[in-house]
């Protein structure tokens, strides 16, 4: 069964697909989103922290290095596990991995649950539960690139920040409704529901069709066949015939026979060769920018922040600050999808940093637990930030690590990037309350320089890969005479133009014939029938 998008059919099957491997966000946001509340509820401050009255919460705080460990150490188990994600996923197939990796993630929540009073064990299981996060950050979003139509393909992916941040929205809420518990429940039912988010993704993806690419890459060139069918809409009888479909196997078959005859290693990641190096550097780069933008300094700190800042509920702030991210990642699968992943990046790193520029200044200039209106300020300011941020960098670094890659190496370039967003996520996490304590809001600045220098990279180094299938973005890399500020025009071998690749695959689907002004121009020969008709 499939529907009609721009005139190409998209199957039901890819639409769940996308939001079902999702569900590997919103384990990442579920997990981001919900340490910044438990560290300030009374159970959890009496069992971990240090108190100079026992039994009194009002006297029990975690010292720097405490509360850094406990919130950074499910980055270094991500870390660990991003890099992990690429040989597991290339070896069992991108959805018996996600399943193996819901597995640790529960493995380490059950860790957490059961401490009593070690917060050692408790900052120990988020450990293992990052290894099963970042094994999933990688895998994902590879899955979803590699399955999705190159329609419909920075939309889908794009899903995956949505759920993060619908993950991060529903612990705010869950720990709203827990906080008041006087035992142990106000944590271990926050930490411990996110076993069934695991459950949800670890049973329903073996449901899924497994990535037509990795299909093709072992040889199971028809299973790969049936799989795109499905992704497309398009019956399995019809699969062999289906223009649609024969056009990307021949792409992907060519692609795979092409770069079998050279083995995809680790080392690979790292040579000149096709602009392998070029692209490893920048996943890695925008990656490490999209943490450096600021945003996790809100998710993990926000209540610790805003109740600096003077206000009475900092759990409500949390919640507005989610309900904004959530809300404005829509905008963004429509804005990256509509005007491409150049420009959006561009302008909300300028965006982004504006608004980080006036919550530093207010913050810096007068005290905000004095003037009320001064803490307002900033918390619009940070409103303004994460709606930004939720409709350019969040989602659109995603999908560009799905996308850039080519396909010897795409999973092991997208561990290596992942790894740099954990490696930075780290970072933030343990080292803000020292930077925090030390400059206090003036850290946003350094944000802001950052969000600054990310709309910089993106100009001078990112190609334009949107309505791309990714064998022709692996073209296009590689295309000496394409530059990335003029990438946005670029078009495969026999086409005029980008929007010329459009409209002929929209004619051909529609078995219409096709009028290329690069065929009117004389610089491709006319199809002949038998290839307009699918035969």
Partial sequence: ????????????????????????????????????????????????????????????????????????????????????????????????????????????????????????????????????VGALSAAVPMYQAETAPSQIRGTLTATYQLFITFGILVAYCISIGTRNISNSASWRIVVGVGILWALILGIGILFMPESPRWLAAHYRMEEAQFSLARSRGIPKEEAKSHYIIVREVEEIKYSVQSEKQIRGGWIDCFRSQDKTLYRTLLGMSLQSLQQLTGANYFFYYGATVFKTVGLSDSFVTQIILGTVNFVCTFGGMYILERFGRRRPLIIGGIWQSAWLFVFAAAGTAVDPTTHPGIGKLMIVSACMFIWGYAMTWAPGVWILIGETFPTRTRAKQGSLSTAANWVWNFLLAFFTPFISSAISYRYGFVFAVCNLTGAVVVYFFLYESSNLSLENVDIMYIDPNCKPWTSREWAPPGYASRQDLINQTRAAEAHKPLASSALEEGKIEKPSESTTDGS
């Fill in 1 to 132: 069964m499939a529907f009609y998008f721009h005139g190409l059919p998209i199957g039901w099957v890819a639409i769940m697909l996308a939001l079902l491997a999702s569900m590997g966000g919103f384990i990442f946001g579920y997990d981001t989103g919900q340490i910044s509340d438990i560290l300030l509820m009374d159970d959890f401050l009496l069992r971990f922290a240090t108190c100079s009255t026992p039994g009194d919460a009002s006297t029990c705080s975690f010292s720097t290095v405490r509360e850094g460990l406990i919130v950074a150490l499910l980055s270094i188990g991500t870390l660990v596990g991003a890099l992990l994600g690429a040989p597991i996923a290339d070896f069992l197939g991108r959805r018996y991995a996600m399943s193996v990796e819901c597995v640790i993630f529960i493995i380490g929540v059950i860790v957490q649950i059961t401490s009593n009073h070690v917060w050692q064990q408790f900052a120990v299981g988020r450990l293992i539960s990052g290894l099963g």
